[in-house]
């Protein structure tokens, strides 16, 4: 029973699973082949083509920086923009920080105190 009913059942859903996570990825994801390509392939050969799917978009992820995130899911696109590289908080700024300081000197000139 093992073998007739749940061994199809797994390859039915390893190919759903990858061809879900195909039709949600990005173009530099898909190791070059186009999307059609990809779709032939995992649906005629199932183990093999989701298998290698699975592989070929982990490892360009890989090579491109990119970790696991919200793109990471089947069928979903972030939510938002990417958030730029850069300094988080305004206070890891150098350029806010220096701006500060210009503001905190020219109050003290002007006799302005320890008052924001």
């Known amino acids: 029973m093992f073998a007739r009913v749940i061994l199809p059942l797994l390859v039915v859903g390893l190919a759903l699973y990858a061809l879900l996570d195909l039709f949600g990825s990005e173009e530099d994801e898909r190791g070059g082949l186009p999307r059609w390509l990809w779709a032939v392939i995992i649906v005629l050969l199932p183990i093999f083509g989701a298998v290698a799917w699975i592989i070929v978009k982990r490892s ?26 850069g300094p988080v908080a305004p206070d890891d700024d150098p350029e806010f920080l220096w701006r500060l300081e210009q503001e905190k000197r020219r109050r003290e000139r002007e006799g302005g105190g320890d008052t924001p």
């Open 60 to 85: 360009a992820r890989r090579a491109s920086g990119g970790g696991p995130g919200p793109s990471s899911r089947p069928g979903r696109r972030p939510s938002g923009p990417k958030r730029p590289s």
